[in-house]
């Protein structure tokens, strides 16, 4: 379904070369390495938010990046859903309404089922500023499952919650990716979240180990 092909890219200095990556439904995979290693960069150009220097991806058959503007905006309205570090959410309107912009862009309507699975079904009329860093988080979460993506990108999804929080959610992800054939590619620095997934892969070096970290 995903498929990345000797993807290399570069800022100042070379972050990674050669980076090789398939993701098929249902596939839940893990990303960790040391901070600066590119693990955020790459997961941006998975998402279709940053071209490589090098290489392609290819989504359905189809080079991302090689798709006109607005190919790229339904992929991203429909197909992707992204879970920043950073939850960007809309701190002039409530939690629900939110959700509500989310839903009508990709003509979804809202779950209570899983607002109240994420445990946000009781602070959903509040305005986003008088919710905890952690409430917003599952506020950003709720916002992208809204939309029922078929691949989700996470970017370090759980930084705002404690362990039991934290596993709740990624129990939340992984039951969605089974429930609806959808895949998930996470970013963390949390091993313990890691080990979790069946695929976890360390950059390193330059270069993305397609070695299940096990321990």
Request: net charge positive.
């Given at each position: 379904?995903?498929?990345?092909?000797?993807l290399s890219h570069s800022f100042d200095y070379l972050l990674f070369e050669n980076v090789n990556l398939e993701i098929n439904p249902k596939d839940k995979v893990a990303i960790v390495g040391s901070s600066g290693s590119g693990k955020s960069t790459l997961l941006h150009i998975l998402s279709t938010f940053l071209k490589p220097k090098k290489g392609e991806v290819f989504y359905k058959g189809k080079n991302?990046?090689?798709?006109?503007?607005?190919?790229?905006?339904?992929?991203?309205?429909?197909?992707?859903?992204?879970?920043?570090?950073?939850?960007?959410?809309?701190?002039?309107?409530?939690?629900?309404?939110?959700?509500?912009?989310?839903?009508?862009?990709?003509?979804?309507?809202?779950?209570?089922?899983?607002?109240?699975?994420?445990?946000?079904?009781?602070?959903?009329?509040?305005?986003?500023?008088?919710?905890?860093?952690?409430?917003?988080?599952?506020?950003?979460?709720?916002?992208?499952?809204?939309?029922?993506?078929?691949?989700?990108?996470?970017?370090?999804?759980?930084?705002?919650?404690?362990?039991?929080?934290?596993?709740?959610?990624?129990?939340?992800?992984?039951?969605?990716?089974?429930?609806?054939?959808?895949?998930?590619?996470?970013?963390?620095?949390?091993?313990?979240?890691?080990?979790?997934?069946?695929?976890?892969?360390?950059?390193?070096?330059?270069?993305?180990?397609?070695?299940?970290?096990?321990?």
């Open positions: 379904m995903l498929f990345a092909k000797n991302i990046y090689k798709l006109k503007e607005k190919e790229l905006i339904e992929i991203r309205r429909r197909e992707f859903g992204i879970i920043f570090q950073f939850h960007y959410l809309f701190n002039t309107f409530t939690a629900y309404e939110n959700l509500q912009a989310a839903a009508l862009l990709a003509d979804r309507e809202v779950d209570f089922k899983l607002l109240k699975r994420l445990k946000i079904d009781k602070v959903i009329h509040q305005n986003i500023q008088t919710l905890s860093g952690g409430q917003q988080q599952r506020v950003s979460i709720a916002r992208v499952l809204t939309k029922k993506p078929k691949v989700i990108f996470a970017d370090e999804p759980t930084g705002n919650l404690d362990k039991e929080n934290a596993n709740e959610v990624i129990d939340i992800l992984f039951e969605y990716c089974d429930e609806n054939d959808a895949s998930l590619i996470v970013v963390t620095h949390d091993m313990e979240i890691a080990k979790r997934f069946k695929s976890c892969y360390l950059l390193k070096d330059k270069r993305l180990i397609a070695k299940p970290i096990r321990s």
